[in-house]
């Protein structure tokens, strides 16, 4: 197992070259499919095209190479643009995209019904792509730049102004590694990629040196011109560097303006989405605004600043998707940091990477839209990757399941609050999520923020979070010369706010360097919000750590779990539920649990089938003989059911139970 300290920097010889530069085994989209990748190998590449069979009902065709918006849209004269195909579309019919890229934004405020919904998805076994971006960086590249006179090694500029665009955000055209959009030139131009200078985060009178962090683009606001450089990196070994093609004229670029969006369902209702490629957009590549009763299905989308960005959208489904951000493998998590803060004379180096990849707004009062929020989603089999935050899911009503979530910087789910819901609601929101992988990120369930708790309930119960692998947190700089790599933790919050109320079971944690026995699992939980934290197994790959000692009155109950280290010796093993069993806490909680909490838990071998260094070829399933079976305490659950059919006698402990087979996560596509 990998021995890591959290928040720490560790050796580099233990972190293993897996990190970032997986390649899924899937075509990465028909513009590259005859010509092999020349910059870096794609992270989150695109399904085969879908062989989905024709539906029943009117049919509907539009062709971007070969259509004409004077024909009919028959399957023998399609349409060429989707502004004009979109705008005959009738409740009930089928709107197919022939093969290839659509260069335009798909505008979408049509208003289909229940029974008789209006779909929008590629041809069979062809590949749609919605692409928001200015097509010349991808169908001329070599039209489009020049050496740049006076730059520095490297850089290239475009021979023509683009004016008026407020800045861009960048992709590799044949792979959709992200590119870094640069506030500066001088850190485009720059040789180093060590923080250097006296302007750490406590100095006042000095900012740091030009820093290079990638591949990357420099819009020039005051004269149009777009500046490039793809320059290699040099990362000190095993970590990735950039080793693909330097001349911008040589590979497509997918550049999209700042305010590009290439789907926007504006008050859109009754509408399905199938089978589709979303990209090329800026600070929002998908927004929902009044939605209603939206369907995702097998829709690939690859996340500007935001994936998607609700508001007040409603019953949402998404299926078999992917979001995936812009975070190249040689990104650390410092290299986005917002550093102008004010009295700080510093700047900001690289600012646009995908911040999260799917965010919820709403409206406030000074909006006519007040009501309704987001409120009914469910997002199931999707895959979320290469981001700073995932999903943002607080205050609305959600099911959240069968997800893979991977190499987030930050957050991989946001539970608070993102908004107040209206006062006259009178129903507490229910977030349940279950049958989840959650591996490489800093913190799988965050929580914070300023709004009101609105006392939403939380559930989660039957995920994976095997949180070995770590994140780049930190490059080299003058006083840590080796780069920070910090592995994850379970729970996470930004200022100790009010917690929900949260039920924690029957999960598998895999963790190291934590705090506390039980992965502050069992923290946050006040007199108000109770907090249940049963059947868990917590699995420390270092040490275990002292089991925290809650403080008197919290409405906690804490049974049945697990905790383990292969480091543990009989003597912690004696210890370790002394003082916890000693505390006037556990005393007073019988009042609340007769039994007491963490009288039913455990120090024990899961006997796991096998915890591989690489999670993906791990084995989360427990042993014959594994202390995990049968050990789990029966319970009245409030308001879901995370037992198993699998399950035979007393609760076996963690997140698959014996005999039961591995839950399939991420797309089936």
């Known amino acids: 197992m990998l021995n890591l300290s959290n928040r720490a920097t560790i050796g580099l010889s233990i972190f293993v070259a897996v990190l970032l530069t ?148 960048g992709y590799f055209g044949d792979s959709q590694v992200g590119l870094q959009t640069y506030w500066h030139r001088q850190d485009l131009q720059s040789t180093s990629e060590t923080f250097t200078g006296t302007g750490g985060k406590g100095a006042a009178d000095k900012d740091v040196d030009p820093i290079y962090l990638g591949p990357g683009l420099w819009y020039d606001q005051q004269t149009g011109y777009l500046h490039c450089r793809l320059s290699h990196t040099q990362l000190p070994a095993p970590l990735t560097n950039y080793r693909g093609e330097t001349d911008p004229r040589k590979l497509p670029l997918t550049i999209a303006a700042y305010r590009s969006t290439p789907l926007f369902l504006d008050q859109a209702e009754h509408v399905q989405l199938q089978d589709l490629v979303i990209r090329g957009g800026g600070y929002v590549t998908v927004l929902m605004e009044q939605a209603k009763h939206v369907a995702l299905d097998n829709v690939t989308i690859f996340a500007g600043g935001y994936g998607i960005r609700a508001i007040s959208t409603t019953d949402l489904s998404l299926t078999n998707c992917g979001l995936h951000g812009s975070l190249a493998p040689w990104t650390f998590r410092s290299d986005a940091s917002k550093r102008d803060y004010p009295g700080r004379p510093h700047r900001n180096i690289s600012r646009l990477n995908t911040h999260a990849l799917i965010e919820l707004d709403a409206g406030r009062e000074s909006s006519v839209w007040a009501t309704p929020q987001n409120d009914r989603w469910k997002i199931s089999h999707c895959h979320f990757t290469d981001s700073h935050d995932g999903v943002y899911l607080g205050a609305m009503n959600v099911e959240f399941d069968h997800n893979l979530i991977e190499n987030m910087q930050d957050d991989g789910i946001y539970l608070s609050p993102m908004y107040q819901r209206h006062k006259l609601d009178g129903i507490d929101p229910k977030l349940v999520i279950h049958h ?131 480091s543990i010796d009989a003597k912690t093993t004696d210890a370790f539920f002394k003082k916890y069993r000693a505390t006037p806490f556990l005393a007073e909680n019988k009042k609340l649990y007769e039994a007491g909490s963490e009288s039913h838990s455990l120090i024990a071998d899961p006997k796991l089938m096998k915890l591989a260094a690489e999670p993906a070829q791990s084995d989360y399933r427990i042993q014959t003989g594994s202390a995990a079976i049968n050990s789990g305490v029966e319970l009245a659950w409030e308001g879901f059911d995370p037992l198993s059919k699998e399950d035979q006698g007393q609760p076996d402990l963690g997140a698959i139970p014996h005999g039961g087979a591995m839950f399939e996560v991420g797309r089936h596509r």
């Open 436 to 566: 989840n992988v959650f591996r490489q990120l800093l913190t799988a369930l965050a929580f914070g923020g300023n709004e009101p708790n609105t006392h939403d309930l939380i559930y989660v119960y039957r995920n994976i979070f095997d949180l070995r692998q770590p994140i780049m947190a930190s490059r080299m700089s003058e006083t840590k010369p080796e780069p920070s790599l910090t592995s994850g933790k379970l729970i996470g919050d930004h200022g100790s706010p009010p917690w929900s109320t949260t039920t924690i079971a029957f999960n598998t944690v895999i963790a190291s360097g934590c705090r506390d026995a039980g992965m502050t699992a069992a923290g946050a939980a006040s007199l108000e919000r109770p907090r249940r934290v049963f059947n868990n197994l917590f699995i420390h790959t270092d040490r275990l750590p002292a089991i925290s000692l809650p403080a008197v009155g919290l409405n906690l109950i804490s049974d049945g779990n697990l905790y383990w280290a292969e």
């Open 22 to 169: 997986a390649v899924d085994g899937f075509q990465a989209d028909i513009s590259a499919a005859d010509s092999p990748v020349r910059s870096h190998p794609s992270l989150r590449t695109v399904p085969p095209a879908a062989q989905r069979p024709l539906a029943k009902g009117v049919a509907r065709f539009v062709d971007a190479k070969n259509g004409d918006d004077a024909k009919s849209g028959a399957e023998a004269m399609p349409w060429r643009t989707l502004a004009h195909a979109c705008g005959q579309l009738q409740p009930g019919e089928t709107l197919y995209l022939r093969g290839g890229t659509y260069y335009e934004p798909l505008y979408l405020g049509l208003q289909g019904r229940a029974d008789a919904p209006i779909t929008i998805r590629s041809y069979p076994g062809e590949q749609a792509i919605v692409d928001g971006s200015l097509r010349q960086f991808s169908e001329t590249p070599e039209k489009i730049w020049e050496p740049c006179a006076g730059g520095s090694a490297g850089e290239y500029r475009t021979v023509n102004r683009w004016p008026n665009l407020r800045d861009v955000i």
